[in-house]
């Protein structure tokens, strides 16, 4: 089975300051990784997505990930936050193999609090 | 478009109520999910679905049941409510393999 590991739990940062997010899986077979963001009281956003090819994925708003195979890492950063970038984020996981049991499995998150 | 519409939003249930949480798609995606959200845990899979008829049971299933009798719905059924299950769900849907998840607001469970 897969896993997830989101290394901080909380991660406080200045305005316009670098960030970088950690995510690690686990997983015997090959994934397709993803980052989520949700805001207050909504629901999960998708903020990009890593299927194949380029290990540098960019998303929305800005950020970017990049895909380690033999860290088997996949850390999201920005590098230059705004204060609507506070939110909590999410790694997730799901497997690439036939069959029809497609689903995401998820980290614990990383609140992200970005400070003026 | 919708997408993928949860009711209620909130709600308060006695130990021992019973009660069902609405999902409803109208993205016409095969695979559907729930999900709970616990503060610090991340989102646990209860339940999910790969077409109309078919359910399968997730990481924490005790105390939850689904159907799945339309490509659209996905009602979560909680039988006996607990403190325990009280959390925040999500819906969820996906068109299928390499495709990312869209998710409902969620519905605020409270058990007292």
């Known amino acids: 089975a897969q896993s997830v590991t989101q290394l901080d739990s909380q991660v406080p940062v200045f305005e316009e300051a670098p960030v970088e997010l950690r995510c690690n899986y686990s997983s015997s077979v090959s994934v397709y990784l993803f980052w989520y963001v949700q805001y207050p009281n909504q629901g999960l956003q998708l903020l990009l997505k890593y299927l194949s090819g380029s290990t540098l994925v960019k998303g929305i708003n800005g950020f970017e990930a990049e895909f380690n195979k033999s860290q088997t890492s996949f850390h999201l950063r920005k590098p230059s936050v705004h204060i609507s970038d506070t939110a909590e984020y999410f790694c997730?996981?799901?497997?690439?193999?036939?069959?029809?049991?497609?689903?995401?499995?998820f980290g614990k998150g990383t609140l992200l609090t970005v400070n003026p | 478009n919708a997408g993928v519409t949860q009711t209620p939003k909130f709600r308060i249930l006695k130990i021992g109520q019973s009660m069902t949480l609405q999902c409803t798609q109208d993205?016409?995606?095969?695979?559907m999910y729930w999900y709970r959200q616990d503060p610090g845990m991340g989102l646990k899979l209860i339940y999910y679905s790969v077409g109309a008829g078919i359910t399968d049971k997730g990481e924490v299933p005790n105390g939850y049941n689904v159907s799945r009798s339309t490509t659209e719905d996905f009602p979560l059924r909680l039988e006996l409510a607990a403190p325990s299950q009280t959390s925040v769900y999500f819906c969820?849907?996906?068109?299928?393999?390499?495709?990312?998840?869209?998710f409902g607001q969620g519905t605020r469970l409270t058990v007292v």
């Open positions: 997730a996981v799901a497997l690439i193999r036939g069959g029809s049991n497609y689903k995401l499995t």
């Open positions: 969820a849907n996906t068109r299928g393999f390499g495709t990312e998840a869209f």
């Open positions: 993205m016409n995606h095969n695979y």
